[in-house]
């Protein structure tokens, strides 16, 4: 058999095969660009704007703390400029969302709101780490047919069409369509197939792309953290210290990181959204005990911390922001279309009995 044959028959018997789970992906991937925007529907505060600096972000870790306990707080996401939540996550596995008064907005239990269902079966496709085990494996599957299709039409080339959406339902009219499809849509799924995969995968995509390279060693200090009451003010301003231009976007419990507490900063020029700067400091006296600055990282590191604002839009703020944001939606439903138009031709083929 020829070999373009057979790539051809590969490419449609393992497109048939992944057809309906590509589809989610795409679906609830579209879905999920626009997560945000359902919130600040849904609750007018995060339509609010809320200074975030020292004293802002040390009042609302206050008021978590008065509301729920110091004990019971596993971490903290502060809100951003264009979304006034503080989303608190529970020791116990549950969510919630506060305004800038500390009002308790809603609280959930793992995926019981939409938008968390949403974001699990796209990433988990609701079995957990299996899910995501699956998800990955699908992603390179979809890099092998984006390139098994192109190989495919390279041939015929020239008969490409403008045509996206299919003219009929005939066969013909199909294949037309998920050809065309497929091309202008190549590019971006590639990207969107190796930065998922990547982040379900990150020790090998690490290795990949830091070739033997390792990122610059935290600065660490001798002292050890100590217990008290957290000044969280003080903290704060300790980490604002460390990088003044930066934005503090959340905090990790003492509980959950060995007696310290470790702040996360987005620096001027960080892709991801919460950043990938983090200080690891002492609650009892505000010391502190390490400084991870992901702007001094390795390239290859840098690339990797630009998979996630990549695959999921978050690239700041602002129209250009915007149009990503479509342009990822309507990657999302070519790539349902693409499976679900892809596999209605395969099933519509005549068979030799």
Known sequence: MHSGRIIRTIHAWAGAGLSLLLAVMGISGTLLVFKDDYLRASFPQARQVVPVNPATVAALTEQAETLYGADAI????FPAPDFGLLRVRL???ESTYLDRTGAELTRWDGHARP?????????YLLMGETG???????GLCLFGLVLSGLYAVWPARRSLGVHILPRSAKRRDLLSSHRNLGVFAALPLIVMALTGTGMIFPDAAKALMLAGRTSPAAVETAIAAGSGET???SLFLAAQAEFPDAAIRGVTMASGNAGAVRIRLRQPGEWQPNGRTYISADPANAAVLSVSDALSATPGTQAFNAFYPIHSGRLGEGYRARIYDFLLALIGLGLAILGLVGVYAFLTKPRRL
């Not at 596993?74 to 996401?77: F, T, V």
């Open 74 to 77: 596993r971490s903290l996401r």
């Open 231 to 233: 000044d969280w003010q």
């Open 132 to 138: 995501e085990i699956v998800i990955g494996i699908a």
């Open 115 to 123: 938008e968390e269902w949403i974001f699990e079966l796209h990433h």
């Open 91 to 93: 020791n116990n596995g």
